[in-house]
């Protein structure tokens, strides 16, 4: 049987599969293809019709050899960052309607007054204050008005709203006025979406807990209808199995569940490139690795410190500050397919708007105008044309270079060599940039990390980020331009609790926590058992979401010693330094609190089969390039080995082509199989670093 996993990115769709077909030997298969943001189902569908011709069958026959399809979507993300979800409502505690847009009343960059704040998703006639009141230990103040709830629906159905975000003060306490609610909705407006801060993310902090739930008001039903196609899609083809989509904790659940949960996808490709980090540093013993994953519309970063894959309690996207449990991933506009353009000052910027898929860099020839990274790294003859996306899609040298000269190169005055050099280097220079914001600024030192090498383009930049940040070695494995769908194939399913609690270390109370707890635990249970996963293959790993008093910030602290008693107060107090330190690389002796309990409820790690190296000799060739990338000056010939050609070391300067992949070996750099299906990159030594 085959295992199958599919990245839908902002510019292609990667696709990766694992198994056999009847007795035929273990086939591993992966493929990329341009996204189709218009049917993004139906572009699912033409991946898969091609993989099965890889696979020698047709569509039918692999999807009926198929035991699990996993699914990572940039949907919902899309639908916020466009603002293309749909009209939304906020049901909020009477006279807290403005909480959404008072924010937490300060800026992001507090020097300048100009900033403009993200926009509002729920217009302020939509914010409909409702009379309720419930305190802070969850006792209902102010029993629920049933009528002004109706009266709000029909607010709602005026307006014509298809999503209604619920979320009362305290309800993380006490969800029963918040329950009763969407039951008066779903009589009064049966077709309209209902969100509840209870469900989605029921923990304090009233303005983070009313963002989460309004995004996935206005992002959901967005998902909820590209899940159904996809299930239509395949149906028709005799699918008839769960389809499981990727979640941004790194764990898999299913169709049916997270169409009401759509704002647990927004990091959905990118959590599976940050599972496959943590397997191949287990794999290979590294226990501090950065993934640097760039694609076609972004450049994804995440941190593995100390062989364990944190997650943030909280994070922030596009300027949204979301409450619920994430892999923490941060991402820049700097891709493949990110547009360079010239301020009138002379200032070159690239990104964040990307030429995406169609019609794509200029040098696609699909009508783009707009200079990318892409049209730079052809120009400098990085990259072959003639067989990029392994050969699916030829280049137009003649297009980049007009799209350089007319947007780049003129207004600067320069050559359309040096305007293209410029657009790599400030691009190679925003990626080591958002590195340091992931290891320096965290107070973690990048000579002791190992890069990881992910997405299409990443391997033309890996040396330079290496040399910027001196980290030891970047690490190129064969399935790294599908690294996100790789990793997918390793996720377990997961279903993560989380419950506020609020316990100072002054009020320590072991009983309470068993309480919460156990009632977590029988929730959990009953969640795997549903998505299939058998008592036997289920784990629960609890995580203390804790701070220093007065701190602003959380972080996870993992809790492996059971249940609590008098004594467990010491080992959580040394559990919260040990972690802290590991995170921060450092660690005072200062009163702690415990914020929320997070409970990640899970099936046995899945195992991340590596790709192999390609047997295939195909001969070295030369070609001209330009040398200031490879630490050399001028043009220069330069070798071009294939993957299958790497039985030695390979100094540089020279060029390595993979499948859909291209890694610069600059001078004073050489590349070595680290092992089966795992190339790294490293410096040759000095005499100086040798002494």
């Given at each position: 049987?085959?295992?199958?996993?599919?990245?839908t990115?902002g510019?292609f769709?990667?696709?990766?599969?694992v198994?056999c077909?009847?007795?035929?030997t273990?086939?591993r298969?992966?493929?990329?293809?341009?996204t189709n943001h218009?049917?993004p189902?139906q572009?699912?569908?033409?991946g898969?019709?091609?993989?099965?011709?890889?696979?020698?069958t047709?569509?039918e026959?692999?999807?009926?050899?198929?035991e699990?399809?996993s699914?990572?979507?940039?949907?919902?993300?899309?639908?916020l960052?466009?603002?293309k979800?749909?009209?939304t409502?906020?049901f909020?505690?009477?006279?807290?309607?403005?909480?959404?847009?008072?924010?937490?009343?300060q800026?992001?960059?507090?020097?300048?007054l100009?900033?403009?704040?993200?926009m509002v998703?729920?217009?302020r006639?939509?914010?409909?204050?409702?009379e309720?009141?419930?305190?802070?230990?969850?006792a209902v103040?102010?029993p629920?008005?049933?009528?002004a709830?109706?009266?709000?629906?029909?607010k709602?159905?005026?307006?014509?709203v298809?999503?209604?975000?619920?979320?009362y003060?305290?309800s993380?306490?006490?969800p029963?006025?918040?329950k009763?609610?969407?039951?008066?909705?779903?009589?009064?407006l049966p077709?309209?979406?209902?969100?509840?801060?209870?469900?989605?993310?029921?923990?304090?902090r009233?303005?983070?807990?009313?963002?989460t739930t309004v995004?996935?008001a206005?992002?959901?039903?967005?998902?909820?209808?590209?899940?159904?196609n996809?299930?239509?899609?395949?149906?028709a083809?005799?699918?008839?199995?769960p389809?499981?989509?990727?979640?941004?904790s790194?764990g898999?659940s299913?169709?049916q569940?997270l169409e009401?949960?759509?704002?647990?996808?927004l990091l959905?490709?990118?959590?599976?490139?940050a599972?496959?980090?943590l397997?191949?540093?287990?794999y290979?013993g590294?226990?501090?690795?950065?993934l640097?994953?760039?694609?076609g519309t972004?450049f994804?970063l995440?941190v593995?410190s100390?062989g364990?894959?944190?997650?943030?309690?909280q994070?922030?996207?596009?300027?949204?500050?979301l409450?619920?449990?994430?892999?923490?991933?941060?991402?820049?506009?700097a891709g493949?397919?990110?547009?360079?353009?010239?301020e009138?000052?002379g200032r070159?910027?690239?990104?964040?708007?990307s030429?995406g898929?169609?019609?794509?860099?200029a040098?696609?020839n699909?009508?783009?105008?707009?200079?990318t990274v892409?049209?730079?790294?052809?120009?400098l003859g990085?990259?072959?044309?003639?067989?990029?996306l392994?050969?699916?899609?030829?280049?137009?040298?003649?297009?980049?270079?007009?799209?350089?000269q007319e947007?780049?190169a003129?207004?600067?005055?320069?050559s359309?060599?040096d305007?293209?050099?410029i657009i790599y280097?400030i691009?190679?220079?925003?990626m080591?940039?958002a590195?340091?914001?992931?290891t320096?600024?965290k107070?973690n030192?990048p000579?002791i990390?190992?890069?990881?090498?992910?997405g299409?383009?990443f391997?033309?930049?890996?040396?330079?980020?290496?040399e910027?940040?001196?980290?030891?070695?970047?690490?190129?494995p064969?399935q790294?331009?599908?690294?996100?769908?790789w990793?997918?194939?390793?996720?377990?399913?997961?279903?993560d609790?989380?419950q506020?609690?609020?316990m100072?270390?002054?009020?320590?109370?072991?009983?309470?926590l068993?309480?919460?707890?156990?009632?977590?635990k029988a929730e959990?249970?009953?969640?795997l058992e549903?998505?299939?996963v058998?008592t036997s293959?289920?784990?629960?790993d609890?995580?203390?979401e804790?701070?220093?008093?007065s701190q602003h910030h959380?972080?996870s602290?993992p809790?492996?010693?059971?249940?609590?008693?008098?004594?467990?107060?010491?080992d959580?107090e040394q559990?919260?330094?040990?972690?802290h330190e590991?995170?921060?690389?450092?660690a005072?002796?200062?009163?702690?609190?415990?914020?929320d309990?997070?409970?990640?409820c899970?099936?046995?790690?899945?195992?991340?089969?590596?790709?192999?190296?390609?047997?295939?000799i195909s001969?070295?060739t030369t070609?001209?390039?330009?040398g200031?990338?490879?630490?050399?000056?001028?043009?220069i010939?330069v070798p071009?080995y294939?993957?299958?050609d790497l039985?030695e070391v390979?100094?540089?300067?020279?060029l390595?082509?993979?499948?859909?992949?291209?890694?610069?070996?600059?001078?004073?750099?050489y590349?070595?199989?680290?092992?089966e299906?795992?190339?790294?990159?490293?410096?040759?030594a000095?005499?100086?670093?040798a002494n």
């Amino acid at each position: 049987m085959i295992k199958i996993a599919i990245d839908t990115g902002g510019t292609f769709t990667d696709y990766t599969s694992v198994g056999c077909i009847g007795d035929q030997t273990e086939q591993r298969i992966a493929l990329k293809n341009p996204t189709n943001h218009d049917h993004p189902a139906q572009g699912i569908l033409a991946g898969l019709k091609e993989l099965a011709v890889v696979w020698g069958t047709d569509l039918e026959k692999l999807l009926d050899q198929t035991e699990k399809i996993s699914l990572g979507t940039t949907l919902a993300l899309n639908a916020l960052l466009e603002k293309k979800g749909v009209k939304t409502a906020l049901f909020t505690t009477l006279g807290f309607r403005d909480a959404l847009e008072i924010r937490r009343a300060q800026l992001a960059n507090q020097w300048d007054l100009a900033i403009e704040n993200p926009m509002v998703l729920v217009p302020r006639r939509l914010r409909l204050g409702i009379e309720q009141r419930m305190d802070y230990q969850g006792a209902v103040i102010k029993p629920l008005n049933e009528a002004a709830v109706r009266a709000a629906c029909q607010k709602c159905r005026e307006e014509e709203v298809k999503a209604i975000a619920v979320c009362y003060l305290f309800s993380f306490l006490n969800p029963d006025h918040e329950k009763r609610t969407a039951e008066i909705i779903r009589e009064e407006l049966p077709e309209v979406f209902v969100s509840l801060s209870s469900e989605v993310s029921p923990r304090i902090r009233e303005y983070e807990r009313t963002t989460t739930t309004v995004i996935n008001a206005y992002c959901t039903p967005v998902l909820a209808d590209y899940l159904k196609n996809v299930k239509k899609e395949l149906a028709a083809f005799g699918w008839d199995k769960p389809v499981h989509i990727m979640k941004n904790s790194g764990g898999l659940s299913d169709s049916q569940a997270l169409e009401n949960f759509g704002v647990k996808t927004l990091l959905s490709g990118p959590a599976g490139g940050a599972v496959g980090n943590l397997s191949l540093g287990n794999y290979l013993g590294r226990t501090h690795t950065v993934l640097a994953d760039m694609g076609g519309t972004s450049f994804d970063l995440h941190v593995v410190s100390g062989g364990v894959n944190q997650l943030v309690p909280q994070t922030e996207l596009d300027g949204y500050p979301l409450s619920i449990p994430m892999i923490d991933i941060r991402s820049i506009g700097a891709g493949g397919g990110s547009i360079a353009h010239v301020e009138a000052g002379g200032r070159v910027l690239i990104g964040p708007d990307s030429a995406g898929s169609i019609p794509g860099p200029a040098c696609y020839n699909q009508g783009g105008e707009q200079p990318t990274v892409t049209d730079a790294l052809l120009v400098l003859g990085l990259i072959n044309g003639d067989n990029f996306l392994g050969g699916k899609l030829p280049l137009s040298l003649d297009q980049a270079v007009k799209a350089i000269q007319e947007k780049v190169a003129e207004p600067l005055n320069l050559s359309v060599q040096d305007a293209a050099r410029i657009i790599y280097s400030i691009t190679a220079e925003m990626m080591a940039d958002a590195m340091r914001l992931v290891t320096t600024q965290k107070g973690n030192d990048p000579r002791i990390y190992s890069l990881i090498s992910a997405g299409g383009a990443f391997g033309l930049f890996a040396a330079r980020i290496m040399e910027s940040l001196q980290m030891p070695e970047a690490l190129i494995p064969v399935q790294g331009p599908v690294f996100c769908s790789w990793g997918m194939l390793g996720a377990a399913c997961r279903y993560d609790i989380n419950q506020s609690i609020l316990m100072e270390k002054r009020q320590w109370d072991a009983k309470r926590l068993n309480t919460m707890v156990s009632a977590m635990k029988a929730e959990g249970m009953t969640q795997l058992e549903r998505l299939g996963v058998e008592t036997s293959r289920q784990r629960f790993d609890l995580m203390l979401e804790m701070r220093y008093v007065s701190q602003h910030h959380e972080i996870s602290v993992p809790w492996t010693l059971g249940e609590f008693n008098a004594d467990s107060l010491k080992d959580v107090e040394q559990a919260f330094y040990q972690t802290h330190e590991a995170i921060y690389e450092y660690a005072e002796d200062k009163d702690w609190e415990i914020i929320d309990l997070h409970l990640a409820c899970s099936e046995l790690d899945q195992e991340n089969i590596l790709f192999p190296t390609s047997k295939a000799i195909s001969g070295i060739t030369t070609k001209t390039v330009a040398g200031e990338v490879f630490n050399c000056q001028g043009e220069i010939a330069v070798p071009v080995y294939q993957d299958g050609d790497l039985t030695e070391v390979i100094s540089g300067p020279a060029l390595i082509d993979f499948a859909y992949t291209t890694l610069i070996v600059p001078n004073g750099f050489y590349c070595i199989q680290e092992d089966e299906g795992i190339f790294a990159l490293r410096k040759e030594a000095t005499d100086e670093s040798a002494n």
